[in-house]
């Protein structure tokens, strides 16, 4: 060994490899100095029989030289540390595992038969959508809650939080080419970022149908309707749920009545729609903060906790558009069976400015719930994109209320995986022709699962029986030779052989 007076590096001969050759390892205990590199300091563990059983985290160099002592030095040990990640999803957002996708597939299934039956055609739009198209100036809490930020091209984008502006830019973008009245539905994801409790997320999926073209309210009753119907399919009845509908045209005549401009419309508006999450003081002090008199709050305040068309009428008169709006929508309400789930609410505004008519919320009676569903009309939506004035109405759906209130009724159905035939061969030679048979019943339109390892017999039945399979399908040697397979049915126990061919 030979060890200079500045630095503690160390040759050891190596026995295994060529006498003109030798391992260059530097020790550090505990540290190395060497001459013209930086101070290196390491664990001393590292250093215990480093070049017999080097430790499968370090990475450790040899160099080989004819030089004696002159060649390069090893670098240091480098530790990998692996990255440890939450394996949550982030907060506010979901996984859907298969018994999760399964009730997701038969709540949209529903949202899509209903859409079906009353003759809308079904869209989509990117989820990625222009900031722009939700910046508005009446301080809606969605204009705070979007997931925006700045491309790479320097556009201002932000990940959709309602699926209404994006339909209102698809029809303006098709113009002419489209004719109304058009009946369109989407189910598309939204982002909102706001504070996460049962029944609201920051990611969500929404049910939309809107009607554009259709000024009367006969387009709301239709609207209406056809969530009455879905949650008749989902087995909710009008003691469960119902919908308090007004009218924006109610407010407007209040705050004509006081003389105050059209242009604090819509901020009072989505001021008033926070009644029923913050206290009444609080909404009389953010009232008065936008410049609305203590006069014409306390008549806001009186005309919004009335609850009954005659009393509306008392107060408003009978001439007004809200009355015969609403009076209207009930008489239809008749016509078409759903009375009885509807009332009168005049403190229902919507949180959205762009609203200009009849409204409508579907709330949980019980009042564990916030707000199932909500739209209304919005006719002047198109024109502030750059468009032009279209009666237009239509609704917002999610999905994540509607399931926890499903689940506290007892009404999520209980989906288990629902395969048509597992194919078994008995042994791996046999691998072949039970794809074959797979193959054959897969294009007949059955749900086969092909088991794709040599597995005992007892394990299929068992597979089987996780994944709800209604055949089993044994592919044996001495039946193919013959043409032929097993069948079993597994809800009944017989079984019997059949010709390829003849599988079903």
């Not at 009545?257 to 819509?266: A, L």
């Not at 709050?297 to 009954?308: H, Y």
Request: hydrophobic residues 40%.
């Amino acid at each position: 060994m030979a060890m200079g007076a500045a630095n503690a590096t160390l040759f050891i001969l190596n026995p295994r490899l060529k006498p003109i050759s030798k391992t260059l390892i530097s020790l550090s205990c505990p540290f190395s100095f060497l001459p013209n590199r930086p101070f290196s300091l390491r664990p001393l563990s590292l250093c215990q029989n480093s070049h017999e059983n080097p430790s499968p985290s370090v990475k450790t160099t040899t160099t080989t030289t004819t030089q004696g002592r002159s060649g390069a030095l090893s670098p240091s040990p480098v530790i990998e540390t692996p990255t440890i990640i939450d394996v949550n999803p982030p907060r506010g957002t979901r996984d859907f595992a298969p018994e999760d996708m399964r009730i997701r597939n038969w709540l949209f299934h529903n949202f899509r038969e209903v859409s079906r039956i009353l003759a809308f055609e079904e869209v989509d739009f990117p989820v990625l959508e222009s900031e722009a198209l939700y910046i508005r100036k009446a301080g809606e809490e969605i204009t705070e809650q979007l997931y925006s930020f700045e491309d790479k091209g320097g556009r201002r984008v932000a990940l959709r939080p309602e699926l209404t502006p994006s339909l209102a830019r698809l029809v303006i973008q098709k113009g002419k080419s489209i004719a109304l009245p058009l009946k369109w539905f989407a189910i598309g994801q939204c982002w909102r970022y706001e504070r996460t409790t049962r029944g609201r997320r920051r990611e969500h999926y929404q049910w939309n149908m809107d009607i554009i073209g259709i000024s009367g309210v006969a387009a709301e009753a239709e609207l209406i309707f056809s969530i009455v119907t879905l949650f008749k399919r989902l087995g909710l009845t009008a003691s469960d749920v119902g919908f308090k509908v007004s009218s924006r045209k109610v407010l407007q005549a209040v705050l004509q009545r006081y003389s105050i401009p059209e242009s604090k419309f819509g901020e009072v508006c989505v001021i008033i729609d926070k009644m029923e999450k913050i206290p009444t003081e609080e909404v009389e002090k953010k009232l008065f903060s936008v410049g609305i008199s203590l006069e014409a709050i306390k008549g806001i305040l009186q005309v919004l906790s009335l609850k009954s068309l005659s009393e509306l009428e008392e107060s408003l008169g009978a001439t007004g558009d809200a009355i015969a709006d609403l009076k209207q929508l009930f008489s239809l309400a008749e016509h078409y069976g759903y009375s009885q789930w509807i009332h009168f609410d005049a403190s229902v505004v919507r949180g959205l400015a762009y609203y200009t008519g009849v409204v409508f919320e579907g709330f949980d009676r019980s009042g564990n719930l916030r707000a199932i569903c909500g739209g209304g009309r919005y006719d002047r939506l198109l024109s502030t994109f750059g468009g032009v004035d279209t009666p237009a109405c239509g609704f917002g759906f999610g999905d994540a209320v509607i399931l926890e209130l499903l689940k506290d009724k007892g009404l999520l159905p209980d989906l288990a995986p629902q395969v048509d035939d597992i194919v078994f061969p008995l042994d791996q030679e046999l691998q072949g022709p039970a794809a074959m048979v797979a193959s054959t019943l897969r294009q007949k339109g059955r749900s086969v699962d092909l088991v794709l390892e040599d597995k005992r017999l007892k394990w299929v039945f068992k597979h089987a029986e996780r994944i709800n399979a209604a055949r089993l399908i044994i592919v044996g040697d001495s039946e193919w030779q013959q043409g032929m397979v097993r069948v079993k049915n597994l809800s009944t126990r017989e079984e019997h052989n059949l010709k390829l061919d003849e599988l079903e």
